[in-house]
């Protein structure tokens, strides 16, 4: 599948490094408008919406092989024999496996609060609320926020998800994401393959303190599969770290990637 992606020049023109940043579950490319500005002032970027989220095409089955091998369709199509990558949670492990599966595609690696391990449960709670919505009798954005803010405390999650809420023809609303999808292949999503592999470029993985979706049990199979991985923790964030510490974000990226003051060189040709 080729997916839909917003593109972000660099200042630096042709000899700009291409930079593609994939975004978590329930999101789009719109959510890192801010920060692919900002890395548009040394790189290339290409902010993609994987499939079934944000304007690309809705699939009726969704593996993390099949949305790797949709970001390697796109590179294609784009001409970009290798870039560097940025993903956050699920947008991470998709990075990751296209690292595992084709080293020669990814310069480098920046996987934001995620690691290479299954999840028992995931967030399914946040699931479950989604698809308690009656959204064809929904009457506004406000009801839908109420709704949602018994099982989903967090005020800042519930604009995260809401912002994805469209009308609908005819009346009530509807999802940009493909809820249904979604819900059948969470347990896939919140799974990793044992791919045997190990990607041995550059990789920073980025975590918020207050998120236990990177845990010091989860060290071993990280280094397992990347040995040269660093990790690097922002205090005062939880998941969504990115928009919660944008400015240490930023920073962070800025030391780890080439051109940016960072020391990371090329992934393997």
């Not at 023109?13 to 940043?21: D, K, S």
């Not at 449960?121 to 009457?139: F, K, T």
């Not at 040995?227 to 240490?248: F, L, M, N, R």
Request: hydrophobic fraction near 45%; proline fraction near 5%; charged fraction near 15%.
């Amino acid at each position: 599948m080729i997916l839909h992606y917003r593109h972000y020049s660099s200042a630096l023109g042709a000899t700009a490094e291409p930079l593609l940043i994939l975004h978590g579950m329930y999101g789009n490319q719109g959510n890192w408008a801010w920060h692919a500005k900002a890395l548009a002032s040394d790189f290339d970027v290409y902010a993609l919406d994987v499939r079934n989220h944000g304007q690309s095409a809705h699939a009726e089955s969704m593996t993390l092989p099949e949305m790797a091998q949709d970001v390697a369709d796109t590179m294609d199509v784009l001409g970009l024999r290798s870039a560097h990558l940025l993903g956050h949670s699920m947008g991470g492990k998709i990075a990751m496996l296209l690292a595992l599966q084709q080293p020669a595609r990814v310069r480098s690696l920046i996987v934001v609060d995620i690691a290479p391990v299954a999840y028992p449960r995931g967030d399914i709670q946040v699931l479950e609320a989604l698809c308690a919505l009656d959204l064809a009798s929904l009457q506004s954005r406000a009801a839908a926020d109420a709704a949602l803010s018994a099982q989903v405390v967090s005020k800042g999650v519930r604009d995260f998800l809401l912002a994805n809420l469209q009308k609908a023809e005819g009346g009530g609303f509807s999802w940009r994401f493909n809820l249904p999808v979604l819900k059948q292949f969470f347990p896939e999503i919140i799974s990793w393959p044992q791919t045997g592999r190990t990607y041995s470029g550059p990789v920073l993985f980025i975590k918020g303190a207050n998120s236990d979706y990177i845990l010091p049990e989860h060290q071993a199979s990280t280094l397992s599969q990347f040995p040269a991985a660093k990790i690097k923790i922002v205090a005062g964030a939880g998941h969504w770290v990115h928009s919660e510490k944008p400015e240490t974000f930023q920073k962070l990226v800025g030391n780890f990637l080439p051109g940016l003051g960072g020391r990371a060189s090329g992934g393997p040709d």
